[in-house]
């Protein structure tokens, strides 16, 4: 992909990745700088609280657009999926306990591989009704059309103005006209779920590594980011 064609940039979403973070971070506040210099940025939505989960978006997505997407640690995204989907039943206090998690986990199949079902589903499939097998040389053709493909971590703003300096390098930009650095402080209220905190920690290892045999090739995809 020659890197003067780029005139799209399109974050893909995966829920439970840590995405609302990196819009509201490190997205948002470069948007104005990429749109100035052209490029369409893919809309977010109105409340940056609720951005888009679109999957792989065949509707936006084409030779020209750079591609930035975020991969979790398996086990701790799948807890984070139960506790999302969960906590805000009557009756979680009951189910937030670890053996109503593991069930919960084997019989949500759709969790499995959650994330590489994200890079192969196209935006008008939804997940949960994903019934069948993920097409691996489809999941490595879209992986090799990732521009940045980033690997879930604590971040801080050091990290968030790399990743903005990469983005802004890929694209070929000059900032001398541009005050930068871009944001000066993180916006981190929220983001931390100590449910999905607690829960991961009440795992010990023979559970923990059957979260990641569920999620085989999420896992392999995220041991080698």
């Not at 069948?132 to 050091?158: E, M, T, V």
């Not at 890929?170 to 779920?193: C, M, Q, R, S």
């Amino acid at each position: 992909m020659g890197q003067n064609k780029l005139n799209k940039f399109y974050f893909l979403h995966i829920p439970k990745t840590g995405g609302r973070f990196i819009n509201m971070n490190i997205i948002n506040p470069l948007r104005p700088l990429l749109e100035n210099k052209g490029i369409e940025v893919y809309p977010m939505g109105d409340n940056i609280y609720q951005p888009n989960h679109d999957n792989w978006n065949t509707n936006f997505i084409d030779d020209n657009t750079y591609v930035m997407t975020i991969f979790r640690d398996p086990a701790k995204r799948t807890v984070s999926h139960f506790i999302e989907n969960e906590q805000g039943a009557p009756d979680f206090e009951e189910k937030n306990n670890v053996e109503y998690f593991l069930n919960w986990v084997k019989e949500n199949e759709y969790t499995r591989n959650f994330q590489s079902k994200s890079l192969i589903v196209e935006e008008e499939v939804n997940i949960a009704n994903f019934k069948f097998d993920i097409d691996i040389n489809l999941l490595k053709n879209r992986i090799s059309k990732i521009n940045l493909f980033l690997k879930y971590s604590p971040a801080n703003l050091s990290f968030c103005h790399q990743i903005q300096s990469k983005i802004i390098k890929d694209f070929n930009i000059n900032t001398e006209k541009f005050l930068y650095p871009i944001n000066d402080k993180l916006i981190v209220d929220g983001f931390i779920n100590m449910n999905s905190k607690q829960m991961f920690n009440k795992l010990n290892k023979k559970q923990i590594n059957f979260l990641y045999e569920n999620s085989s090739i999420d896992s392999e995809i995220y041991f080698k980011l």
